[in-house]
């Protein structure tokens, strides 16, 4: 193996795509997409561009909702791409992102009531957290809101739960994957971390009641 020192402009080496709903204070509700989450425990941990709609609607309402797309819907999530809920637009995204406050319909998506926060959930992302912010601080630049976010309620597509528990079944399940800047899915599955609390679909189905 043989490395090279390079200078990539993104560092996106491969993390799962979530769109965020959250609540504009006007009556409307805005859904950007993003690729800069991770979990710790029942907290999931956001990294957000401190000029955008989102990071906007956080530092003043904290609940909130991660959806996470399946691959399937790559394209619904570039749609939302060059869109910002920030009106006017912010001087450095003038040149490649309009303004749309219609974010749902923009993106053919369906808002789904949620049960625990006001903005509404994704119906057609298979896996859904709603989540209140606990906590929102700005980078040692600036230039980023590293939100935590406290998850209240998961709701599942029962095609990817192992029946009869409430684990997400790994090999039904596939996040959108955001690769240096290209949309992928999971590839097979290669193993199981030692540390995994899932039974394997075969073990759970002679495990239920008959």
């Known amino acids: 193996m043989t490395h090279l020192t390079i200078e ?37 941990v956001l990294g957000l561009g401190a000029t955008s709609q989102t990071a906007h609607n956080l530092r003043h309402r904290s609940e909130l909702v991660v959806n996470f797309p399946s691959p399937a819907q ?9 869109l910002t809920g920030r009106d006017p637009v912010p001087e450095h995204k003038q040149e490649r992102f309009r303004f749309e ?4 319909e923009a993106a053919g998506l369906t808002p789904v009531a949620s049960e625990c926060v006001g903005p509404p959930r994704v119906a057609e992302c298979p896996l859904q957290f709603e989540a209140a912010a606990a906590r929102a601080d700005f980078d040692a630049g600036g230039n980023f809101l590293i939100v935590q976010a406290e998850v209240l309620r998961v709701h599942a597509d029962h095609r ?6 409430s684990y997400v079944d790994p090999a039904a399940w596939s996040p959108l994957i955001y690769n240096f800047r290209h949309y992928f899915g999971l590839g097979p599955e290669l193993g199981e971390s030692f540390r995994t609390e899932t039974p394997r679909r075969a073990e759970a189905d002679r495990l239920l009641p008959r």
């Open 8 to 44: 990539p402009s993104i560092l996106y080496v491969g993390t799962p795509v979530a769109l965020l709903s959250t609540d504009n204070g006007d009556g409307t509700v805005n859904l950007a997409p993003m690729s800069s989450a991770w979990a710790l425990g029942d907290v999931v």
């Open 74 to 82: 790559w394209r619904a999530v570039e749609r939302l791409a060059g």
């Open 101 to 104: 406050r219609a974010k749902f």
């Open 160 to 165: 990817i739960v192992v029946p009869g528990t």
